[in-house]
């Protein structure tokens, strides 16, 4: 939440100085960057409860660096005074009601700020700049509804305990699940040595998924991106899926364009790039441009997000092989195995569960028999977790085809496949 603060800041600054020439031009005396930061040190003190100064200081480092500071002691009538210069510049006040509104929400959700600050005393200061204001900016006619749905989403977030038990009740993935919950004990165990003053490692925290199609790499990473939310490493915590169409374009610069459009939208999160290998095809592919850009943006924002990339075994070394820039980002490997024939009964039958539906005991049978052939037999597509969601879209269509046949229909034969629905499916499948 912090780059949303840092890039509402700097476009209001860009806004500040523009008006500012204008005002030059003009033979003003107005220093537009002062009133806005008189105001900005104006809404710090009024919606907090205390430690306004100690936010202030940490404004000052963080969000303006080597630029003017914040002055913690300015009066209340210098502030309505400035609050009210606002008025005569509506583009500048515009940015402003937007940029309180992204600082607003940083310290009502910040785990240190929020137990210090007065909700009800940020909703009332956005009211008063959209109440002056003709141009009301977006963020400010929603404000009321988008405080509250974050508000939902803080109280609806699951814990690192609730995320630990989704891991653990996936089918299957024992190695998987193991080298997870050593990544979490290390984060935590070094955030522990950090609050003690010790020294702590800056190991990369990127990662390489290897392993064949619907091996559960994508709902691993979606695991993983709330995980590192609620260890802290993460401040957003969502995950941004994408493969070689999404960020390679056709032309010269395009690519850098759209792959760090992609890296914008994951800061904060991860950028899970899938079959990564697709984009080293030779010296002349603009998917070079775009591993240049995803190298870069992961070297000047280290610690803000985070990416994984994924994709069969020998293409995903190949891939890493190719750059050198690229091997040395990456030293977590994690490898998906195909799942065996019990897990993926076990698949199939926990989505019957999941849509009403079961198995009599002949189509039981029927799976058993069609799985055992399927893994002895792998096809050169085989895919795994999506071969038994397949499979199960086709024997529910089998299923209403036999049941549209017949004259009466009981609630048991509703939710039950037989061994003719499932030989169906497995006839079209395999003719897929």
């Not at 940490?58 to 300015?74: I, P, Q």
């Not at 695991?223 to 957003?236: R, V």
């Not at 890296?263 to 899938?274: N, R, V």
């Not at 079959?275 to 002349?284: D, F, P, S, V």
């Amino acid at each position: 939440m912090d780059i949303d603060v840092k890039q509402s800041l700097a476009k209001l600054l860009l806004a500040c100085s523009k008006e500012q020439e204008l005002i030059d031009k003009d033979g003003g005396h107005l220093n537009v960057k002062q009133v806005v930061l008189n105001n900005i040190a104006g809404f710090i003190e009024i919606i907090s409860l205390e430690h306004a100064d100690l936010r202030m200081d940490y404004f000052n480092k963080v969000f303006l660096g080597s630029k003017a500071k914040l002055n913690d002691s300015v009066s209340v009538h210098s502030w309505f005074s400035d609050f009210e210069t606002l008025n005569l510049m509506p583009i500048v006040k515009a940015l402003y009601a937007q940029f309180v509104y992204e600082l607003g929400r940083y310290y009502l959700f910040n785990k240190n700020d929020k137990k210090d600050i007065v909700k009800d005393h940020f909703i009332q200061y956005i009211k008063l700049l959209d109440i002056k204001q003709e141009e009301k900016p977006l963020a400010v006619d929603k404000v009321k509804e988008e405080v509250v749905q974050d508000e939902i989403e803080v109280e609806s977030e699951e814990s690192l305990e609730d995320l630990q038990k989704q891991l653990d009740s996936m089918i299957g993935l024992d190695g998987v699940k193991q080298q997870v919950h050593s990544i979490i004990n290390e984060l935590k165990i070094d955030a522990l040595r950090k609050s003690k003053g010790l020294k702590v490692s800056n190991t990369s925290k990127h990662l390489v998924f290897k392993g064949n199609p619907g091996t559960g790499k994508t709902t691993i990473a979606r695991l993983l991106s709330k995980i590192y939310k609620q260890l802290g490493i993460l401040e957003k915590g969502q995950l941004v899926e994408v493969d070689r169409s999404e960020i390679v374009a056709g032309y010269v610069g395009q690519t850098a364009l759209k792959t760090k459009e992609k890296i914008d939208e994951a800061m904060g999160g991860i950028l899970f790039i899938d079959e990564a290998y697709t984009l080293a095809k030779g010296e002349n592919d603009f998917g070079q441009e775009a591993i240049d850009t995803l190298l870069k943006a992961m070297e000047d924002h280290r610690d803000e997000f985070i990416v994984i990339v994924a994709g069969y075994d020998e293409p995903m070394e190949s891939f890493l092989q190719s750059n050198p820039g690229l091997k040395s980002r990456f030293n977590e490997y994690i490898h998906f195995d195909d799942y065996s024939e019990q897990e993926l009964f076990l698949i199939f039958g926990l989505l019957c569960e999941q849509n009403d539906f079961r198995m009599d005991l002949e189509a039981q049978d029927t799976l058993k028999s069609y799985l055992n052939d399927l893994c002895t037999h792998k096809p050169d597509n085989f895919a795994n977790g999506r071969e038994m969601r397949n499979l199960f879209d086709k024997s529910k269509k089998a299923h209403s085809n036999r049941l549209a046949s017949l004259n009466e229909i009981s609630d048991e034969d509703l939710i039950t496949f037989k061994k003719d629905d499932l030989l169906r499916a497995i006839e079209e499948m395999k003719l897929v």
